[in-house]
DNA sequence: TTTGCTTATGATAGCGTTATCACGATTTTT
DNA sequence: AAAAATCGTGATAACGCTATCATAAGCAAA
């Protein structure tokens, strides 16, 4: 199937914005100071402390910011104030269903509070962490907001000097840069393991990718067969270093089969990899439950969804973002912020896979 | 199924970075130029364009910069140079499978050139779309991305007086405010009817959101009853104003069924959508496609993995990102870029739901 | 030798805001 | 009525960097 492009004039002539270099200067506050005659920093309190500036001035110099189409240089405004009002980032990689939901929660709360979000991703990359955090700093971030908890020792260096908030997610430790929300990885490992046990089953795998690219899976696997070990059951381990998708799950799964034909239940890194599990057993007529058990991990939509639906352990990830930033807001607003670590737990949810 | 919190003390006590008012002074390239007994400019030029000193020098200026652990202030920098290597891009939301690969195909080039993304999203409001714009336009971005072709005058006014490379991205339109990259809806509309037609489906539906929420939907839809009408085959149309998902997918197939229930084919606005219809009919034992024929919309990975595998429309969404990045970074350059508008095209992909 | 041309470095003046202090004009207190 | 406090406004000096111009040193050309 041929690519369809429209048939007529595809592409048309040259960019129609001139070179900015030409551009005529742009409004500034002293534009506008002059235009509402008043000093520009009426304009500015105008703007930014309206209950400092009396009624009257405040409605002419709105009208001139209005009129004349004047939009604050935030960069300036940020050099003057040492506060640029923006927030980084650093999630590993945005194509993974966990953090977009993380994302929105932060997105929730923190532009309309007048935040900007510089959002950086190292694609897993420990040592890209590192430049990327130098990179984020350099926009002298009102606070930083970072995924998981084992950084290298530059990189708690550079986080803690930042003398900036910080606030470490997804996970949980015992010593955290400043503050901390998340849950454990390891509670998990031995809730689902144990989980899988009382119900009955007996040959239990954990699938997912391993090492530098899931670190938190590899906590969850670590507890997880220990504690299958523990209770003297038979655990069986297949991975996969490629990024976590559907694809990667029905891989896992034909792995899985051939290895281990005894298997029945299997625990996997994330909904996506157990989804695609189950398709892969649709196509071979295996029955899930029956044949085999199926666990997912973050309860995203698709588990829900999928037939049969998917057990699954569900991770508050919206509520996670969304409770990040209402500490950071508070502590940016100077309020004591009482606990500095927050666990906020995690569920199984037991659907029809199990 | 209660949360599961790890025991012991969940919460320890204060936050441990001290109030950053009392912080000590940042280092700035004046203590490194001290440091390093040369001048400030000579330290900027070391690490911006250090072809412009010498060899010793440049390496006594990087050594004292790792020493004091400077990280240059991008907002001071940015305010005297007058490029903050910013650029900022507005899409409608993170929550919907098409706008993270888009994403991803601009943090595949940008921050390797130095730029940092200031990503908006205005929930598919418009009126949050001007505000949105206001607010990152101020942040002096070298460029700007916007997802969509259709917007408010005072949107396009702003857009252009800010005097910065645009570039409307995922539609066509044959009026860009700058540069456009896309491909036509009302095409895929147009190709995705006579694809069912010629198959020999004879009532067949269209199934999304409609008005505001979706735009580009809303074209696609528009073509395709257009299409059909001018075959002379039924058509339905069938629509939900929730956010996308694969639940409401199911809500969908569960409506139209209700309503239209000779209906054999039905294209869907995406993926998701499709896939949770799809399910649907799993449940109540509907035979794809011999009972009914599903199409989704982009090619997301879930249309490829489902069983039956969803036949789909195709579109290059992290190519559409890269490319938009790439003519952007040319453009930033001082390249001339030749095409202003780019139709990128689409693929209709034909699997087993068809 | 003198002149001119490079090249490497530094001094200085902004960039567009906001913090701070100062100053009248009011209002409140004594 | 005088003194004190409060309020609204503006002048000015940063904020930390880079553009620009000036200068010194080195070298080639005349």
Request: aromatic share 6%; proline share 5%.
């Amino acid at each position: 199937m041929a690519t369809i492009r429209t048939k007529s004039k595809s592409s048309s002539g040259q960019a129609q914005i001139p070179n900015p270099s030409l551009s005529v200067k742009r409004i500034t506050i002293v534009e506008v100071a002059k235009a509402a005659r008043v000093g520009t920093m009426t304009v500015s309190r105008a703007l930014n402390r309206p209950e400092m500036v009396s009624a009257d001035l405040r409605k002419r110099i709105l009208k001139t910011v209005e009129d004349l189409g004047y939009i604050p240089n935030r960069v300036a405004g940020g050099l003057a104030s040492g506060t640029a009002k923006a927030i980084s980032v650093i999630v590993p990689t945005l194509n993974h269903p966990v953090y977009v939901p993380f994302l929105e929660g932060l997105y929730s709360l923190l532009p309309q509070e007048g935040y900007q979000i510089l959002l950086g991703t190292n694609e897993y990359q420990l040592d890209a962490e590192e430049n990327l955090i130098a990179t984020l700093l350099g926009w002298q971030p009102d606070a930083i907001v970072i995924a998981g908890v084992d950084h290298s020792l530059r990189t708690r260096n550079m986080l803690a000097q930042a003398r900036v908030p910080v606030i470490e997610i997804m996970d949980l430790t015992e010593v955290p840069i400043d503050m901390n929300i998340g849950f454990s990885h390891e509670q998990v490992g031995i809730a689902t393991a144990n989980f899988l046990a009382d119900r009955g089953y007996r040959h239990i795998a954990y699938a997912g990718m391993l090492s530098q690219l899931d670190l938190r899976g590899a906590k969850r696997m670590k507890s997880f067969v220990t504690t299958l070990k523990r209770r003297k059951l038979g655990h069986y381990i297949v991975s996969n270093d490629k990024p976590s998708s559907i694809g990667v799950g029905k891989t896992l799964m034909v792995d899985l089969l051939e290895k281990h034909p005894q298997v029945d239940a299997v625990f996997f890194a994330n909904d996506d990899l157990a989804a695609g599990a189950l398709f892969e057993c649709q196509r071979r007529k295996i029955r899930v439950p029956k044949d085999i058990a199926i666990v997912g991990f973050n309860d995203s939509e698709i588990a829900s969804q999928v037939n049969p639906a998917l057990t699954t352990v569900s991770t508050p990830r919206f509520e996670m973002g969304r409770l990040a930033a209402d500490m950071l807001l508070r502590r940016l607003r100077g309020t004591r912020v009482d606990s500095a670590r927050i666990d906020i737990g995690f569920r199984i949810v037991e659907r029809e896979s199990t």
